[in-house]
Every structure is written in C-alpha cells, then in structure tokens.
C-alpha cells in the first residue's frame, strides 16, 4: 500500500490554494482553479461536474458545488472524501507566507487555512493516485460551497449526484489524529414583537413596550433555566440571544420620550439531543407566548408576536462500530498517530452529510485559530491529513 506523498507538491498546492480568493459566496475562481489543477494532472475533464446546489441556495452562490467522481480501480464500495472551498471573509487579499514550519498570513487577515487545507489536501491525494497509479476505490470527492455561511453546499447536495457512497471522510480542522465522531444541532430562531407607540410623558399607560416585554420574556427564560448552558435531568444544551433592537441593525425604538413598538431578536438553541433542541426552542416561544398574551395597555390592547424557527443543523452521534471510524483509526495507527475520538459543539458539513445518510467522521490538516487573523497551519499536520487520504483512498 503506497503511503507516500510528494510534500514539495502537496505543500506547492497549498500555497496555490490558499492564494487565490474565494470568500463564502464566491467561490468560483477557487472551483475553476481546482478543476484545472486536476485536469492538468491527467484527470479526465469529464470525470469533474458541478451541480446546481447554488440555485437551491437562498444567498447569492457564484457557483455550485464541485464534485469529482473517479471509478475505482479495484473492486470496492465507492467512498466520498469532502472539504469546503469557501472561506470566511476575514480572508479577503490574505498572502501566504512560510515561516519555519507553519504557514502565516503576512497582512492584517485570517488565512483561509479552514478550509483550504482541505482543498489541497484532496486535490493532492487525486493526484497522486493518478501519477503513480496507485489502485483505488471508486471515489467521490465533494468540493462544497457556502459552508461558512450556513453549511448551504452540503444542505443542498442531491445524494444521487454523489454515485450512493456508504461513507465519507470529511477534512475540516487542526490535528489530523482527531476524529469528529459527533457534534451538536443548531435550531436558528427570530422573535418580533409589535407593541404600541406612544408619547412616553403624555400617555405611557396607552402603549405597549416591545422592548419591556422582550426583557420579561428573556427574564422568564432565565428564570426557569433555559439561558446559556442548560442541564434538565440527563439532557443538556445552549442557548444565546444574540441580535436585541431593530431588525436592520438599528435600535429597538428611536427616542426616549417614545413607547418602543418594535423589538427584534434572534439567537439559537443546540443540544447533541436533537429532541432537545426542539424543547429549548419551544421555551423560548412559550416564554414570549405567555408574557405577551398577559401584557397589555390600559385600554386593554395587546402586543403581537411573531415567532420563526428553523433547523440549521442536524446533531449526530455515530457508532464506534461504523466503518469509516474504524478505517480512519487503523490509517492513522499506520502512520504512527494516536486516534482520538472527539464529539464537537459546532456544525459542519458532517452534520448535513450524516443526514442524508452517508455516515461521516470529520479529520483535521493543520489549520488552527481560525477565524481570526492569528491563523496559522502547521504544516506537518497538514501533511499527516495528505498521507492519510492517500492510505484511506486505496480501501477505503
């Protein structure tokens, strides 16, 4: 079993990658970069497609999601490996540079290490079975878009345009011997609440306070426990109001001497339990359900509400007995790598994936402090995620 890399070439592809802009959004000049790499190495141009998951998206996508299908080699069920071509828009103009044994932005910007040390590491690993014709499973590798902004790629990828793979290893994160066998759902909420303006020192009776009636709702909320981090027998989440005013970013209400009529907010609910995400959200509602029917002026009037929800993400658990974990710690234990088996309080594309029933275990390569503009890769971890696609391409 070949377990060789080319580090000059799969180090010269990330610094190819993680030059080339491609915000979330706007991806297409990082898809076409792809693309022509691999065509470049040899890979037929029709085994490369793009699907129409941009349509489907409800945000401006230049492109839809990059899918490369190879057939195998060998006898094999067909696997999928995936990466998200986006990056975060602190990313914008980022310039790789080398130094010592990372790699570091050399302005004031994040790197865009998440994810394009998965790009690359993928891209790597294609070619290399390529050059050196090394015998492989018949693979499909998922180039998604929009991961950052809403894990939109993955969320709208059609199976059938997958070939039906029975597992998928997905590269997002730092150490490559960590395996994501887990993670949290994410409910996303809104809440408005139209109340009553008036005059605040001439008739403050005959208004209705949005604001006031959103804080005795939130200290409702707090009250019975269900704020932050939230324990209910054996089932635990969060919770987080994270936008309070107006809803285009403005305040709740305009003066002071004005009863506010309008309040804004939005925040989220995550559990491991899916059901108790469901069950936070609703005390959220309940909550703001039960103040505004008891509130009103003195001339009997009441506030209105308007509650909407919606699943961002999917919580899964996987079996230790799965396949793709147990392939995944065996490579790693080849290349000398101690496996780690870790559940996460974040959504990523592994999330969608495992939904739409293609069990997922999500590894590192390198990049670390994302999001911000200390980011940096190391860039023996990213070599470790480069050998082990290779290892896991060969049997999967």
Same mark, same amino acid.
């Given at each position: 079993?070949?377990?060789?890399?080319?580090?000059?070439?799969?180090? =010269?592809?990330?610094? #190819?990658?993680?030059?080339?802009? @491609?915000?979330?959004?706007?991806?297409? =000049?990082?898809?076409?970069?792809?693309?022509?790499?691999?065509? =470049?190495?040899?890979?037929?141009? !029709?085994?490369?497609?793009?699907?129409?998951?941009?349509?489907?998206?409800?945000?401006?996508?230049?492109?839809?999601?990059?899918?490369? #299908?190879?057939? &195998?080699?060998?006898?094999? !069920?067909?696997?999928?490996?995936?990466?998200?071509?986006?990056?975060?828009?602190?990313?914008?103009?980022?310039?790789?540079?080398?130094?010592? =044994?990372?790699?570091?932005?050399? @302005?004031?910007?994040?790197?865009?290490?998440?994810?394009?040390?998965?790009?690359?590491?993928?891209?790597?690993?294609?070619?290399?079975?390529?050059?050196?014709?090394?015998?492989?499973?018949?693979?499909?590798?998922?180039?998604?878009?929009?991961?950052?902004? @809403?894990?939109?790629?993955?969320?709208?990828?059609?199976?059938?345009?997958?070939?039906?793979?029975?597992?998928?290893?997905?590269?997002?994160?730092?150490?490559?011997?960590?395996?994501?066998?887990?993670?949290?759902?994410?409910?996303?909420?809104?809440?408005?609440?139209?109340? #009553?303006? !008036?005059?605040?020192?001439?008739?403050?009776?005959?208004?209705?306070?949005?604001?006031?009636?959103?804080?005795?709702?939130?200290?409702?909320?707090?009250?019975?426990?269900?704020?932050?981090?939230?324990?209910?027998?054996?089932?635990?989440?969060?919770?987080?109001? @994270?936008?309070?005013?107006?809803?285009?970013?403005?305040?709740? &209400?305009?003066?002071?001497?004005?009863?506010?009529?309008?309040?804004?907010?939005?925040?989220?609910?995550?559990?491991?339990?899916?059901?108790?995400?469901?069950?936070?959200?609703?005390?959220?509602?309940?909550?703001?359900?039960?103040?505004?029917?008891?509130?009103?002026?003195?001339?009997?009037?009441?506030?209105?509400?308007?509650?909407?929800?919606?699943?961002?993400?999917?919580?899964?658990?996987?079996?230790?007995?799965?396949?793709?974990?147990?392939?995944?710690?065996?490579?790693?234990?080849?290349?000398?790598?101690?496996?780690?088996?870790?559940?996460?309080?974040?959504?990523?594309?592994?999330?969608?994936?495992? #939904?739409?029933?293609?069990?997922?275990?999500?590894?590192?390569?390198?990049?670390?402090?994302?999001?911000?503009? &200390?980011?940096?890769?190391?860039?023996?971890?990213?070599?470790?995620?480069?050998?082990?696609?290779?290892?896991?391409?060969?049997?999967?």
């Amino acid at each position: 079993m070949n377990t060789q890399i080319d580090k000059k070439q799969c180090l =010269n592809d990330l610094i #190819k990658f993680l030059s080339i802009e @491609g915000i979330t959004g706007e991806e297409k =000049n990082i898809a076409n970069a792809v693309e022509e790499d691999l065509v =470049n190495s040899g890979i037929p141009r !029709e085994y490369i497609k793009y699907d129409n998951s941009n349509k489907k998206i409800p945000l401006p996508t230049q492109v839809g999601n990059l899918i490369v #299908k190879l057939p &195998g080699t060998i006898k094999s !069920e067909r696997i999928m490996f995936s990466c998200h071509l986006d990056t975060v828009p602190l990313c914008k103009g980022a310039v790789p540079i080398i130094k010592e =044994n990372k790699i570091i932005p050399k @302005g004031n910007t994040a790197l865009g290490g998440d994810n394009r040390t998965g790009v690359a590491s993928l891209v790597s690993m294609l070619k290399t079975l390529y050059k050196n014709n090394i015998p492989h499973s018949p693979i499909t590798v998922l180039f998604t878009v929009r991961e950052e902004s @809403g894990l939109w790629g993955a969320r709208k990828v059609e199976v059938k345009d997958l070939d039906k793979p029975v597992r998928c290893y997905n590269i997002d994160g730092g150490s490559t011997n960590e395996i994501v066998i887990g993670a949290v759902g994410c409910d996303r909420w809104e809440i408005e609440i139209f109340g #009553k303006a !008036e005059h605040a020192g001439l008739a403050p009776e005959k208004g209705i306070s949005s604001s006031m009636i959103a804080s005795l709702a939130l200290a409702d909320i707090q009250k019975n426990g269900w704020f932050g981090k939230i324990v209910k027998g054996e089932k635990s989440g969060t919770s987080n109001v @994270g936008i309070f005013g107006g809803k285009n970013g403005g305040s709740s &209400g305009q003066s002071p001497n004005t009863v506010t009529d309008y309040t804004y907010i939005k925040g989220e609910s995550r559990s491991y339990d899916q059901n108790f995400v469901s069950e936070i959200t609703d005390a959220f509602e309940q909550s703001f359900t039960k103040i505004c029917d008891t509130f009103t002026n003195a001339d009997g009037e009441k506030p209105n509400l308007k509650f909407s929800r919606h699943t961002d993400y999917y919580s899964f658990n996987l079996n230790f007995n799965e396949k793709v974990i147990n392939n995944a710690k065996s490579k790693l234990s080849t290349l000398g790598l101690e496996p780690k088996l870790v559940k996460i309080s974040g959504g990523f594309d592994a999330n969608w994936l495992v #939904k739409k029933d293609i069990p997922t275990i999500t590894f590192g390569a390198g990049h670390n402090m994302c999001h911000t503009v &200390g980011e940096y890769v190391e860039i023996d971890d990213y070599f470790n995620a480069c050998n082990l696609s290779l290892l896991l391409a060969q049997d999967g």
